[in-house]
């Protein structure tokens, strides 16, 4: 990581590589987020099973898992996945997971959840790491 301070303009994401070395429960608090349906789906579904993803800004394939790709191109979809009664952290994860994680700055999640930037860098650009939003410092990562 960088030793540059992140800014109100420095993009963030949420790093699932970061998730995959820290949390050994990632796949099933990633579960917890489906809607009904596609926990029915994933009921029986292994760890790891993964599909191609095709990044929309980069045209790039990728592999994700399969249910981060259904947490993301649907769950997180609906209307009541982010409320203003979702406390910070939650609400920036689950709107990183809505925007199909696509990159966004502090004045970014600030303009989508109606809280200061500053209290948003703050939050997430501290020491620890929150959910696994994490900066992209370096354009290449």
């Not at 970014?108 to 696994?132: C, F, N």
């Not at 994490?134 to 290449?140: A, G, Y």
Request: charged residues 25%.
């Amino acid at each position: 990581m960088s030793l540059l301070k992140p800014t109100i303009k420095t993009p963030f994401h949420i790093d699932f590589e970061w998730w995959k070395q820290n949390e050994r429960d990632w796949h099933v608090f990633l579960r917890s987020f489906l809607c009904a349906e596609h926990q029915e789906i994933f009921a029986e579904t292994e760890e790891g099973d993964s599909l191609d993803w095709i990044d929309p800004q980069t045209a790039e394939v990728k592999p994700v898992d399969g249910i981060q790709h259904a947490l993301i191109s649907h769950c997180a979809q609906l209307p009541d996945f982010v409320s203003q009664r979702t406390a910070l952290v939650e609400a920036i994860f689950r709107l990183f997971l809505a925007n199909g994680n696509i990159p966004m700055t502090a004045e970014d999640l600030s303009e989508k959840l109606g809280k200061p930037a500053d209290t948003i860098l703050r939050t997430i650009a501290g020491p620890r790491v929150y959910r696994g939003l994490r900066p992209i410092l370096n354009q290449s990562e």
